[in-house]
């Protein structure tokens, strides 16, 4: 994985004043250090200039970015942030072709795809990518991301300049382009967040290429073109193709994204899905003579201060141990404190350039600067739930009919601390509701469905092109803040499109939630393991972590300049304080309660602070 950023206008010559250009490419990818740290690369031509920051994955001694290639009298340049799971299927076609390749990068692959298939070769690759490409004899820019946005690019246009990069904060690295932030970017913050709508960066101008979209920019201007979307077809498999479908889908995702010239580690936390990649990796380990390294989070005295509830009913430390009973592994327990928990969520803020999953970003953040002491590139079990129907609003009358975002519908636990005017100018319901429809407009349907048949499909859309999403960009941003690779093998285009349209009564069997996939892989886990009751990701019951938030947000609300205090009612935040907080109640997801709406509150305020 790595950082990619660039800048295009074909008014401007860059060549001319070079050391400036030069300056500013280089800046721009030293914001993005922290994503790939091992080299870094710099390209400038006369209306483009490219940059990157390169995390060693593949062909470590000469992968180094920009890949430059000249075919006849013009050049083809690529900057890229991924992984090619495919790259061996695609080889020999291009060496038949007469490309001599003098690497064995996927980057390589790319860019000689491009130029032998042509402006529309994505649907070739499987993998997780952001990339940019210059196409100098076309004399245009196009920058690719992958089909579920697994990696990120950002742009903004501006005075005629494209302006580009793997993070927000590498945009503010160009002349020109400062934060601001408007009424629509507190909509988002209040009425989305922590998700985002799809293609919107938060802040003014600020926009991103969509999962499943390439953009192109050329004398004629910028253009964004869809090369990907979930489709209906009609399932004709049985029970038992489908189960074996899954199996072998599962197993080959796994084993693909094994590939890397470093060792390959996984997160396992116990519950079914990273249980299953584990499997399959250390399976595929053994066979070749090594054993694969394991980490599992956790929070400090969580033994002490767990409480069972219908989210997590039960602790995953000792369905981690049956793992480790069954297979050789090479297993690591991290835990974290209250305090630095706390303390993340400003550094969480830094990582994405905007508030987030609170201390879910903040933990996983943490967790993974760990991870990386040890390894580069770690699987993780991330999208299961998503694709094979694993939340409760995919079975749940009350949740599954409601007339919105089923992980997020109630308006006004978002606002509970918020005053009656900024409530107002807000009009948060309008604005959801549009953003609801809007993506519902787009989800694929069939004359011939049924009502409940044609909502399973609405909620499985919704859940891929947005809680999905959010989970994918939180996992990027808190994974390569410490230069570490995380891979999703659930994630693979191929499961998702095969499984989207698998019947609900195939993936919901005898009332047990993605009993498809317990199915599939029911070889690779003890039974106790197999059948146990989804658990999400942990959080900490330390009820010393509540404290700290409730000090350090009473610092922010009895400070007159604080930056929330703008739109923050006092005495509706202190008597939130006062109350009991209520775990069992989320705000987003099935995570984020009354601590954590704080600890979302203390992330907007140090995110004012820096950005305004």
Same mark, same amino acid.
């Given at each position: 994985?790595?950082?990619?950023?660039?800048?295009?206008?074909?008014?401007?010559?860059?060549?001319?004043?070079?050391?400036?250009?030069?300056?500013?490419?280089?800046?721009?990818?030293?914001?993005?250090?922290?994503?790939?740290?091992?080299?870094?690369?710099?390209?400038?031509?006369?209306?483009?200039?490219?940059?990157?920051?390169?995390?060693?994955?593949?062909?470590?001694?000469?992968?180094?970015?920009?890949?430059?290639?000249?075919?006849?009298?013009?050049?083809?340049?690529?900057?890229?942030?991924?992984?090619?799971?495919?790259?061996?299927?695609?080889?020999?076609?291009?060496?038949?072709?007469?490309?001599?390749?003098?690497?064995?990068?996927?980057?390589?692959?790319?860019?000689?795809?491009? /130029?032998?298939?042509?402006?529309?070769?994505?649907?070739?690759?499987?993998?997780?990518?952001?990339?940019?490409?210059?196409?100098?004899?076309?004399?245009?820019?196009?920058?690719?991301?992958?089909? $579920?946005?697994?990696?990120?690019?950002?742009?903004?246009?501006?005075?005629?300049?494209?302006?580009?990069?793997?993070?927000?904060?590498?945009?503010?690295?160009?002349?020109?382009?400062? %934060?601001? /932030?408007?009424?629509?970017?507190?909509?988002?913050?209040?009425?989305?967040?922590?998700?985002?709508?799809?293609?919107?960066?938060?802040?003014?101008?600020?926009?991103?290429?969509?999962?499943?979209?390439?953009?192109?920019?050329?004398?004629?201007?910028?253009?964004?073109?869809?090369?990907?979307?979930?489709?209906?077809?009609?399932?004709?498999?049985?029970?038992?193709?489908?189960?074996?479908?899954?199996?072998?889908?599962?197993?080959?995702?796994?084993?693909?994204?094994?590939?890397?010239?470093?060792?390959?580690?996984?997160?396992?936390?116990?519950?079914?899905?990273?249980?299953?990649?584990?499997?399959?990796?250390?399976?595929?380990?053994?066979?070749?003579?090594?054993?694969?390294?394991?980490?599992?989070?956790?929070?400090?005295? @969580?033994?002490?201060?767990?409480?069972? @509830?219908?989210?997590?009913?039960?602790?995953?430390?000792?369905?981690?141990?049956?793992?480790?009973?069954?297979?050789?592994?090479?297993?690591?327990?991290? !835990?974290?404190?209250?305090?630095?928990?706390?303390?993340?969520?400003?550094?969480?803020?830094?990582?994405?350039?905007?508030?987030? #999953?609170?201390?879910?970003?903040?933990?996983?953040?943490?967790?993974?600067?760990?991870?990386?002491?040890?390894?580069?590139?770690?699987?993780?079990?991330?999208?299961?739930?998503?694709?094979?129907?694993?939340?409760?609003?995919?079975?749940? !009358?009350?949740?599954?009919?409601?007339?919105?975002?089923?992980?997020?519908?109630?308006?006004?636990?978002?606002?509970?601390?918020?005053?009656?005017?900024?409530?107002?100018?807000?009009?948060?319901?309008?604005?959801?509701?549009?953003?609801?429809?809007?993506?519902?407009?787009?989800?694929?349907?069939?004359?011939?469905?049924?009502? /409940?048949?044609?909502?399973?499909?609405?909620?499985?859309?919704?859940?891929?092109?947005?809680? #999905?999403?959010?989970?994918?960009?939180?996992?990027?941003?808190?994974?390569?803040?410490?230069?570490?690779?995380?891979?999703?093998?659930?994630?693979?285009?191929?499961?998702?499109?095969?499984?989207?349209?698998?019947?609900?009564?195939?993936?919901?069997?005898?009332?047990?939630?993605?009993?498809?996939?317990?199915?599939?892989?029911?070889?690779?886990?003890?039974?106790?393991?197999?059948?146990?009751?989804?658990?999400?990701?942990?959080?900490?019951?330390?009820?010393?972590?509540?404290? $700290?938030?409730?000090?350090?947000?009473?610092?922010?609300?009895?400070? %007159?300049?604080?930056?929330?205090?703008?739109?923050?009612?006092?005495?509706?935040?202190?008597?939130?304080?006062?109350?009991?907080?209520?775990?069992?109640?989320?705000?987003?997801?099935?995570?984020?309660?009354?601590?954590? $709406?704080?600890?979302? #509150?203390?992330?907007?305020?140090?995110?004012?602070?820096?950005?305004?």
């Amino acid at each position: 994985m790595c950082g990619i950023a660039g800048f295009c206008n074909y008014k401007i010559d860059y060549v001319n004043n070079r050391e400036l250009w030069l300056n500013t490419i280089i800046d721009m990818r030293k914001s993005l250090a922290h994503r790939g740290n091992d080299d870094s690369g710099e390209y400038l031509a006369n209306h483009v200039g490219l940059g990157h920051a390169r995390l060693s994955i593949r062909d470590l001694l000469n992968g180094k970015q920009p890949i430059i290639r000249v075919i006849g009298d013009s050049e083809y340049v690529i900057v890229y942030n991924g992984e090619i799971y495919n790259t061996e299927e695609l080889v020999p076609e291009l060496k038949n072709a007469g490309f001599i390749f003098e690497t064995t990068t996927d980057t390589e692959v790319i860019l000689y795809a491009y /130029i032998h298939h042509g402006i529309d070769f994505v649907n070739r690759l499987n993998g997780i990518f952001a990339f940019a490409i210059w196409d100098e004899a076309a004399e245009r820019l196009v920058l690719y991301r992958d089909r $579920l946005g697994v990696k990120p690019l950002f742009y903004a246009i501006k005075d005629d300049t494209l302006v580009f990069g793997s993070e927000i904060k590498a945009l503010f690295g160009f002349p020109g382009i400062k %934060p601001g /932030i408007d009424m629509n970017s507190y909509r988002e913050i209040f009425g989305i967040g922590p998700a985002r709508t799809s293609g919107n960066g938060v802040f003014r101008g600020i926009n991103e290429v969509k999962p499943g979209y390439y953009a192109v920019f050329d004398r004629d201007g910028f253009k964004s073109i869809r090369y990907w979307d979930i489709e209906l077809k009609i399932h004709r498999d049985s029970y038992q193709e489908t189960v074996e479908k899954v199996s072998f889908l599962v197993r080959d995702a796994v084993r693909r994204q094994m590939v890397s010239d470093v060792p390959v580690c996984s997160f396992l936390s116990g519950g079914i899905d990273s249980s299953i990649v584990t499997a399959v990796a250390s399976d595929f380990l053994d066979e070749r003579g090594a054993r694969l390294n394991t980490f599992s989070f956790d929070f400090k005295d @969580n033994s002490l201060y767990f409480r069972s @509830n219908a989210f997590q009913p039960e602790r995953d430390r000792p369905f981690v141990d049956i793992m480790l009973e069954n297979y050789s592994l090479n297993h690591t327990y991290l !835990e974290c404190d209250e305090s630095m928990l706390a303390d993340l969520l400003y550094t969480a803020v830094d990582a994405k350039d905007l508030p987030g #999953m609170a201390d879910i970003d903040a933990s996983l953040l943490y967790f993974c600067s760990l991870v990386k002491r040890s390894n580069k590139v770690a699987l993780t079990g991330e999208c299961a739930d998503e694709i094979f129907g694993g939340y409760p609003w995919f079975y749940r !009358e009350d949740l599954f009919w409601s007339d919105g975002f089923p992980w997020s519908n109630d308006v006004k636990a978002r606002t509970l601390l918020l005053s009656d005017d900024f409530i107002k100018e807000l009009d948060l319901k309008d604005y959801i509701h549009a953003r609801y429809t809007e993506s519902l407009s787009e989800a694929p349907c069939m004359e011939s469905e049924s009502l /409940i048949e044609r909502r399973r499909k609405d909620i499985a859309y919704l859940n891929i092109k947005w809680f #999905m999403q959010t989970l994918l960009d939180r996992m990027d941003r808190a994974s390569m803040y410490s230069g570490l690779e995380a891979r999703v093998p659930f994630a693979d285009h191929r499961i998702v499109e095969y499984v989207f349209n698998v019947p609900w009564e195939m993936k919901y069997r005898e009332g047990i939630e993605k009993s498809l996939l317990r199915e599939a892989c029911r070889d690779l886990l003890p039974e106790r393991l197999l059948l146990r009751k989804k658990s999400p990701y942990p959080k900490t019951y330390n009820p010393n972590y509540e404290h $700290l938030l409730a000090q350090r947000f009473s610092d922010i609300i009895n400070n %007159p300049n604080s930056p929330i205090m703008s739109f923050t009612d006092r005495e509706k935040a202190l008597a939130f304080m006062k109350a009991p907080a209520e775990y069992g109640k989320p705000w987003f997801g099935q995570l984020m309660a009354a601590p954590q $709406l704080m600890a979302y #509150m203390i992330q907007v305020n140090y995110w004012l602070e820096k950005y305004l």
